[in-house]
């Protein structure tokens, strides 16, 4: 085994981090222009090079998903197992919508009727803004700590109510993640279309550049000075066979802020967060877009980690019994499942960037209305 167990577990909380960057950060970019469909695509030929900019890639981008689920289900899976618990119906609910957006993209230009497609582009709309919707308000409930405790054979139960999750603060982290997403939409639409469209575009990227910064300002205020945190007090000994149940706990004002006080350092993510959605909003009024997709990849990248970090070793806290909350320490996989998922990473996930860059450096450049004119679109 080239790492020891413990190293292998902070890898694998990295590398699920890095699975849901890359989420953000490329099916992202499609949910933002889906976003934005409805609001500044006034004809059908403007929402045609809308959703022809990101056509050729949506599918793909999915994957990144797809991956981070099974890799939670891999490394994970107490966690997967107490999320599905608690969260089962908000998983479905984003479920429900992303069934949306394969079928319009499919269908979308099947028939010329305005009422058809306008309906395809309402799906879409809904599917690219209720899971970033959600997932903000889940990483919010993670914050709040999750009710649910576990029995003496390690079955997870929750005692939550499906309302409960919408708390002001899950809300509120909702709302930080459609504006991050829309953001990223809209310097990419700036970047890939031109005229009128392009000009929308980089006023809804200042829009939303504010609008993130604003709300993950407010999030981040209300986190430290309002949100109770957890903290570890006791572990057991080194060696010994670790479950949930064999360490202490407790919900403590400001612990939420312990690592950043351990490891100043780590301050880079919530600036990365703040100072990324203001160069965003300064390249993109510079018509500089391709840079500024650029700040708004840096942008979510910073907001994903500083949740991370907050939570850090936490991955699901237990607002019923503190010592029942699931860490990277005791709720993850075996030494031997770690380490060949981790080869497998460590082969594929190189392989897939490459492909994946070589892909948009190919279509790369704007799709404009005489190009979709001149050839055959299925969108």
Known sequence: MLFDYETLKLIWWAFIGILFIGFAITDGMDMGVGNLLPIIGRTDMQRRIMINTVGPHWDGNQVWFITAGGAIFAAWPMVYAAAFSGFYFAMLLVLFALFFRPVA???????????????????????????????????????????????????PFYTGHFWELFHPFALLCGLVGVAMITLHGAIWLQLRTS??????????????????????????????????????????????????????????????????????????FPLMGLGG???????????????????????????????????????????????????IWDATSSPTTLNVMFWAVVIFLPIIITYTSWNYYKMRGKVTEEEIQGRFSAY
């Open 105 to 155: 993209f499919d269908y979308r230009g099947k028939l010329p009727s305005n009422r058809w497609r306008s309906g395809w582009d309402w799906g879409l709309f809904i599917g690219s803004f209720v899971p970033p919707l959600v997932f903000g308000i889940a990483f919010g409930n993670l914050l709040l700590g999750v009710p649910f405790h576990l029995d003496e054979f390690m079955r």
């Open 195 to 268: 005229g009128d469209l392009a000009a929308n575009a980089a006023r809804w990227a200042g829009y939303s550049a504010i609008g993130t910064f604003v709300l993950f300002g407010l999030a981040g205020l209300w986190l430290a000075l309002g949100i109770d945190g957890y903290r570890i007090t006791q572990m057991p000994p080194a060696g010994d066979i670790l479950s949930p149940l064999m360490k202490q706990a407790e919900q403590v004002p400001g612990a939420w802020l312990d690592n950043y006080r351990k490891l100043p350092l780590t301050l880079i």
């Open 277 to 327: 959605a203001l160069l965003t909003w300064w390249l993109s009024r510079r018509n500089n877009p391709g840079l500024g997709f650029l700040a708004s990849s840096l942008t979510m990248a910073g907001i994903i980690m500083t949740a991370g970090i907050s939570l850090f070793p936490f991955i699901m806290p237990s607002s019923s019994r503190p010592e029942a909350s699931l860490t």
